[in-house]
């Protein structure tokens, strides 16, 4: 019943930036982005509570991440610059009823899951 909706993957030169945006049909208390590279476990990126005025990052992208939410339209955004080839991997939006911040990085925390975007940074 819950839908979450990324957009903006694709083809971006290394020392770019990209712009990710996810759209869920329900308002949530956490939402959150993740990635997965071929062979590579699900990693955590960041995620924000629903004011905004919370965020996590993952310490492989801090500082040269931001992720952002609209609360009243339910859209959360991800924004990282300084691209590198590791970057590569298909990016995942996901959001969760729950708030307990200590457990914000963990998959088992998050209900709700987008499809999937591919991101993909050449060298």
């Known amino acids: 019943q819950v839908q979450l909706v990324e957009s903006g993957g694709g083809l971006v030169q290394a020392g770019g930036s990209l712009s990710l945006s996810c759209a869920a049909s329900?308002?949530?208390?956490?939402m959150g982005w993740f990635r997965q590279a071929p062979g590579k476990e699900r990693d955590f990126i960041a995620a924000?509570?629903?004011?905004?005025?919370?965020?996590w990052y993952a310490d492989s992208v801090k500082g040269r991440t931001t992720i952002s939410r609209d609360g009243a339209k339910n859209t959360v955004a991800l924004q990282m610059n300084s691209l590198k080839p590791e970057d590569t991997a298909v990016y995942y939006c996901?959001?969760?009823?729950?708030?307990?911040?200590?457990?914000?990085?963990?998959?088992?925390?998050?209900?709700?899951w987008g499809q999937g975007t591919q991101v993909t940074v050449s060298s």
């Open positions: 996901a959001g969760t009823s729950r708030y307990r911040a200590y457990l914000v990085r963990a998959r088992s925390e998050y209900e709700y």
């Open positions: 329900v308002r949530t208390l956490l």
């Open positions: 924000i509570s629903l004011s905004g005025g919370n965020t």
